[in-house]
């Protein structure tokens, strides 16, 4: 079973390995204006010409979590937000649904999501979504020791080290916009 990681200091250093990474597998940089409903930036974004990220530490003096966000450049509307991979910088914090976890026998470091999508439309929600998934890729879905006798359960996104990690991304990435496209389209 994979291990969530609490510790501050390995969260800083695993979010820094996930940025370089994607950075690596993502070499186009663009400024791009970027956003969701009812609120839009310009901001850099790496880019491989179909998914797109953008990363900052957010929280004004006391910084709580990792933003990190991703698109597609071939959806109808390149510049809005498909998913959220947002890490806490430190302790469990269930609220943000990004998480980094460890297989004890590897040292893999694996990227999950919780399942908390948004979205501003009825519908797109974790309930939904977690429903959704667990029909469409159950294999994702895996167990993960919190600590403490306690554990949840959260889509694999992919290992750090896999060759896979960038198609694994994008087809998490994609996966989530089809989601919203059917719930919009009124297919689910």
């Known amino acids: 079973m994979l291990q969530l990681i609490t510790d501050r200091d390995a969260l800083i250093e695993y979010q820094r390995d996930l940025r370089n990474l994607i950075y690596e597998l993502l070499p186009i940089k663009v400024k791009r204006k970027i956003g969701h409903l009812g609120m839009s ?3 850099e974004v790496h880019s491989n010409g179909n998914l797109w990220y953008t990363t900052e530490l957010l929280g004004d003096r006391n910084p709580q979590r990792y933003w990190n966000a991703f698109g597609l450049e071939s959806s109808d509307n390149p ?3 498909v998913v959220e ?4 910088i430190s302790r469990i914090y269930r609220r943000v649904s990004g998480i980094f976890a460890k297989e004890s026998k590897t040292n893999d470091i694996f990227l ?3 399942g908390g999508i948004g979205g501003g439309r009825e519908g797109i929600g974790k309930r939904a979504f977690v429903a959704w998934y667990r029909r469409k890729r159950p294999p994702k879905w895996v167990e993960v020791d919190e600590g403490e006798g306690s554990s949840a359960y959260a889509v694999l996104v992919g290992s750090l080290t896999a060759e896979t990690f960038l198609e694994d991304l994008t087809s998490f990435v994609r996966d989530v916009f089809e989601f919203k496209r059917l719930v919009v389209s009124g297919d689910i």
């Open 85 to 88: 991979i947002n890490i806490p």
């Open 112 to 114: 999950l999501h919780r």
């Open 41 to 43: 930036y310009e901001v």
């Open 79 to 81: 510049s809005n937000i």
